[in-house]
Antibody
Framework: EVQLVESGGGLVQPGGSLRLSCAAF????????MDWVRQAPGKGLEWVGR??????????EYAASMKGRFTISRDDSKNSLYLQMDSLKIEDTAVYYC?????????WGQGTTVTVSS | QSVLTQPPSASGTPGQRVTISCSGS????????VYWYQQLPGTAPKLLIY???RRPSGVPDRFSGSKSGTSASLAISGLRSEDEADYYC???????????FGGGTKLTVL
């Protein structure tokens, strides 16, 4: 079964950092681009960014509002995706979803909640 | 303000056909695939339509997608109470070099 499982969410103070992880199961992880998408409480879906596969040199793209603060990485040997979030702001409070990118997102994880608050 | 524009709400009675629109531009919908997702309360989004008009296995054929120019639509026929959910469209935007989503449409089954 194709599955994505996020972890690492929690409560962090403004200005702090957090690293989210996503474990992939049931498909050839290394072949795919992978995305992060977030959803603030009561709001819609917002794309965070994506990382391409080895064939595309693991290049990354980010939404403008997150560029420079968020870093996406992957470890194909561990079938894992990561999101390093620095200089966190209150408005970064959201559920963060790991997602498989197949010309569009076709598989979603269950999400992990990040709360930025003092 | 979302790059893709959806109506905030839609409604219908059981058995009816409902259509949800998604309006974009030449840099996204017109030149890239459209994806549709269903999100039930408290759950992760689920893929309903991919590559504008294709249905993943397991998605009922009551759901269909179409695209014309800078707009796309999701149609749900034979509306059922379990279809009550939020629906999102998404596409890639070449100008922004990023994925864009609609603001979501809350579907109510009366």
């Amino acid at each position: 079964e194709v599955q994505l499982v996020e972890s690492g969410g929690g409560l962090v103070q403004p200005g702090g950092s957090l690293r989210l992880s996503c474990a992939a199961f049931g498909f050839s992880f290394s072949d795919y681009y992978m995305d992060w998408v977030r959803q603030a409480p009561g709001k819609g879906l917002e794309w965070v960014g994506r990382i391409r596969n080895k064939g595309e040199s693991y290049t990354t793209e980010y939404a403008a509002s997150m560029k420079g603060r968020f870093t996406i990485s992957r470890d194909d040997s561990k079938n894992s995706l990561y999101l390093q979030m620095d200089s966190l702001k209150i408005e970064d409070t959201a559920v963060y979803y790991c997602a498989r990118d197949n010309y569009g997102v076709d598989v979603w994880g269950q999400g992990t909640t990040v709360t930025v608050s003092s | 303000q979302s790059v893709l524009t959806q109506p905030p709400s839609a409604s219908g009675t059981p058995g009816q056909r409902v259509t949800i629109s998604c309006s974009g531009s030449s840099s996204n919908i017109e030149t890239n695939y459209v994806y549709w997702y269903q999100q039930l309360p408290g759950t992760a989004p689920k893929l309903l339509i991919y590559r504008s008009n294709r249905r993943p296995s397991g998605v009922p054929d009551r759901f269909s997608g179409s695209k014309s120019g800078t707009s796309a639509s999701l149609a749900i026929s034979g509306l059922r109470s379990e279809d009550e959910a939020d629906y999102y469209c998404a596409s890639w935007d070449d100008s922004l070099s990023g994925r864009v989503f609609g603001g979501g449409t809350k579907l109510t089954v009366l």
